[in-house]
């Protein structure tokens, strides 16, 4: 029986039999179409909106497989996901009718605690790899949902809760393997194809399917001091201006967050927060815990919260504590992001007044704390170029009912523009919803100029025809000019 594949001219192929038995034959893991009964146990994407039906799911066990999988779908002109952690916000975790690459068998994690190093497969989830540099009290900065891939967080920036003392994920990237559109295997890092090496530190994934990255780690845990302070929304103005101030001449050793949803109850949650719209605060401290609860303290002395959880906790604790209200395949989500060089009280007016009308209860307006070490990085020195920004302001519109759709996005949008006419006029790639746009959409402004030229350059070079294009698409530099 042949299967019927979507290419890259958004024409349909026929792919025999025989053909498939020859991908059998060269891959040694899963080769497996909708009849398939391991199909259906596939891990799901996060993002109901997005489900995504391939004709044909490869799942490799190493290199060799992604090699085989990208040779054959090059072959036949096939378009492809690659999916390493399935969190893509815009839906780019999978594909219609064509060839998903799902790299969810390879999530090995290998540290090196003498040289403080970690390799991480491209397949591996943010607690696969916390589990096991915690072991050695180390961890590589990454994201504050375990669940969620290193690959796609750590290709697009990847801010986490150690992003101020220890940089972003591309801060700390020293190496990567990568299978590129030829087929050819290489290595990237700031000796070996040092140009491909710098644009897979924020470009995503268009340059090929990194097969493991090699990151730097830092002593961190296995206790940290945290903060998690709550309070009702209607105190936000009040709550906002205290943690700015605070914020302001807070340590490099803190990073923080500042945020308005509305949570169901659980029985991991304290029933002060079950149902009732709130305003967060949460921070962790990268250093000594006690050292760190005495700098957080201030934190918990605003106002009169409806319960403060705050305390010393296990690492792997604090990222895992948002999971269960972000399991895959069970919210909509569209979410966009912009940056803000300062928190001005007349943004705060629109954050707190944008809080107040989310359009469902999952919706969560999030203000994070960047700067500190992020922004001692050059603009140029990689794809990543937003360094100057000191807070991020992301409008992540979450839901369950699709009838709530257009409400929702329209909503989203509409917040966001606020915001984003009034900070340095780049996104956070990572956070970028994607409904009735194209995938190009965010990527003119994600980065500096200079950069995406480069990037647009560095695309032509090592994929001139865009065949990897399920991704916040950079259009090769041969494409001729966006405009
Ligand atoms: C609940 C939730 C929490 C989040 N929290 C954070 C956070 O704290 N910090 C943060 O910075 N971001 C966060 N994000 C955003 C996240 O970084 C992006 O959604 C990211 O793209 C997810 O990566 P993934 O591998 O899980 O996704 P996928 O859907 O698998 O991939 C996303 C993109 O990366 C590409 N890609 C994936 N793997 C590879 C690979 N091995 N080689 C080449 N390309 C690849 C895909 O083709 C796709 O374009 C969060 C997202 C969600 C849904």
Redesign the pocket.
């Known amino acids: 029986m042949t299967v019927t594949m979507a290419t890259l001219t958004n024409t349909e192929v026929e792919i025999s039999d025989e053909s498939l038995d020859e991908l059998r034959a060269a891959v040694r893991g899963d080769v497996l179409t909708p009849g398939d009964a391991e199909y259906l146990r596939l891990r799901p994407?996060?993002?109901a909106m997005h489900p995504g039906k391939p004709a044909l799911v490869v799942r490799p066990t190493g290199t060799a497989d992604v090699v085989s999988a990208i040779n054959f779908a090059r072959e036949h002109q096939l378009l492809v996901?690659?999916?390493?952690?399935?969190?893509?916000?815009a839906g780019?975790?999978s594909v219609d009718g064509g060839l998903l690459l799902d790299?969810a068998r390879m999530n090995g994690v290998d540290v090196d605690p003498e040289a403080r190093t970690v390799r991480v497969q491209?397949?591996a989830l943010i607690g696969d790899l916390d589990h096991e540099t915690q072991a050695f009290g180390l961890v590589a900065p990454?994201?504050?949902?375990s669940?969620?891939?290193?690959?796609?967080?750590s290709?697009?920036?990847?801010?986490?809760w150690v992003r101020r003392k220890h940089g972003m994920?591309v801060d700390n990237l020293l190496a990567a393997q990568v299978v590129c559109a030829d087929g050819q295997v290489r290595t990237a890092s700031a000796d070996t194809n040092p140009d491909l090496f710098w644009a897979l530190r924020g470009g995503?994934?268009n340059f090929?399917?990194?097969?493991s990255f090699t990151f730097r780690c830092h002593p961190v845990g296995p206790t940290v001091a945290f903060a998690g302070v709550f309070h009702p929304v209607e105190d936000a103005e009040n709550v906002y201006r205290r943690f700015r101030d605070w914020a302001a001449t807070a340590p490099d050793e803190v990073s923080a967050l500042i945020g308005c949803t509305t949570l169901p109850p659980s029985e991991h949650t304290p029933p002060e927060i079950h149902d009732t719209p709130f305003v967060v605060t949460g921070a962790v401290y990268s250093g000594d815990p006690d050292e760190g609860m005495r700098v957080l303290q201030p934190l918990r002395d605003i106002g009169t919260p409806l319960v403060d959880i705050s305390g010393p906790l296990p690492f792997s604790g604090v990222q895992s504590a948002?999971d269960e209200f972000?399991r895959r395949g069970t919210l909509r989500?569209y979410w966009k992001a912009t940056y803000v060089e300062e928190l001005t009280d007349e943004i705060i007016d629109i954050l707190v007044t944008k809080a107040r009308s989310r359009p469902s209860k999952r919706t969560f307006v999030v203000t994070f704390l960047m700067g500190g070490a992020i922004n001692r990085v050059g603009v140029e020195e990689t794809a990543y170029s937003e360094r100057s920004a000191n807070w991020m302001v992301s409008m992540d519109g979450n839901w369950d009912d699709p009838r709530d759709d257009d409400k929702v996005i329209a909503w989203v949008r509409g917040a966001w523009a606020e915001v984003h006419e009034r900070g340095t006029g780049s996104l956070?790639l990572?956070?970028t919803g994607v409904a009735d746009e194209a995938v190009t959409v965010g990527v003119e402004s994600a980065f500096d100029k200079a950069n995406l030229q480069r990037l647009e350059e560095i695309k032509a070079h090592y994929d001139p025809d865009n065949f990897?294009r399920?991704?916040?698409n950079i259009l090769p530099a041969s494409y001729g000019s966006r405009d």
């Open positions: 994407p996060y993002n996901a690659v999916r390493g952690g399935g969190h893509s916000i780019l975790s790299l491209g397949g990454s994201g504050i949902v669940d969620t891939g290193v690959a796609g967080l290709l697009g920036g990847g801010e986490g994920a995503g994934g090929g399917v990194v097969t948002f972000f989500s956070y990572n956070f990897f399920r991704n916040n």
